[in-house]
Nanobody, 116 residues
């Protein structure tokens, strides 16, 4: 089993920054990639960014140039640095750990609210 714990969400003004963290514990064998998804109220859960075990990254077009995903393999932790935040970034952000063979694990989510 894998347990994911997210932290770093909160309330921030437009143009501000936040950094999310997701720490994974448990069996790390067979990890393919980790990533961040978000779900705004009344909407589907969408991809934000992913990072493979070797460090290859992907981003949603809406966050390119503003968000940066990174990882610390020694700590089994990924981060999402979010800059130039906009009200439309408001959502619950979820951490995903995806394994080879389609198994996946989700965190409990952390709320990010961008508002003046």
């Amino acid at each position: 089993q894998v347990h994911l714990v997210e932290s770093g969400g909160g309330l921030v003004q437009p143009g501000g920054s936040l950094r999310l963290s997701c720490a994974a514990s448990g069996n790390m064998v067979g990890q393919n990639y980790m990533g961040w998804f978000r779900q705004a109220a009344g909407k589907q859960r969408d991809l934000v960014a992913t990072i493979t075990t070797s460090g290859t990254t992907t981003y949603a077009d809406s966050v390119k140039g503003r968000f940066t995903i990174s990882r610390d393999n020694a700590k089994n932790t990924i981060y999402l640095q979010m800059n130039s935040l906009k009200p439309e970034d408001t959502a619950v952000y979820y951490c995903l750990d995806r394994r080879w063979g389609a198994a996946e694990y989700w965190g409990q989510g952390t709320q990010v609210t961008v508002s003046s």
